[in-house]
């Protein structure tokens, strides 16, 4: 099992930067890939970004964007693989998401946090 809890997140004007966090708790070593996925109102949750470990230390993560995210978005995992945050620079309206932590656990599958709200006011 794995818990997974964000923070950061909030109100950010156009143009801002915000960045969010996320710990893992439990059977942290089993975690395959850590990420980010958002959900706006009304709409389908979407990938954001994700790091997937190489399995070993002489091989960086594997890093994916999405492109609407692309440039504009950092993710990052420390070196314990136990947390991941998200740093959000020249955000966007269309950026206003509830933002939610993956964690991949290898034939476990996917684990997820509560949520954090993103609003970029205009």
């Known amino acids: 099992q794995v818990q997974l809890v964000e923070s950061g997140g909030g109100l950010v004007q156009a143009g801002g930067s915000l960045r969010v966090s996320c710990v893992a708790s439990?059977?942290?070593?089993?975690?395959?890939?850590m990420g980010w996925y958002r959900q706006a109102p009304g709409k389908q949750r979407e990938f954001v970004a994700q790091?997937?470990?190489?399995?070993?230390?002489?091989?960086?993560?594997?890093?994916s964007y999405a492109e609407s995210v692309k440039g504009r978005f950092t993710i990052s995992r420390d070196s314990a693989k136990s947390t991941v945050s998200l740093q959000m620079n020249s955000l966007k309206p269309e950026d206003t998401a509830v933002y939610y932590c993956?964690?991949?656990?290898?034939?476990?599958?996917?684990?997820w946090g509560q949520g954090t709200q993103v609003t970029v006011s205009s």
């Open positions: 993956n964690a991949v656990v290898p034939r476990a599958g996917h684990y």
């Open positions: 439990g059977s942290v070593d089993d975690i395959k890939s």
């Open positions: 790091s997937t470990s190489s399995g070993s230390t002489a091989y960086a993560d594997s890093i």
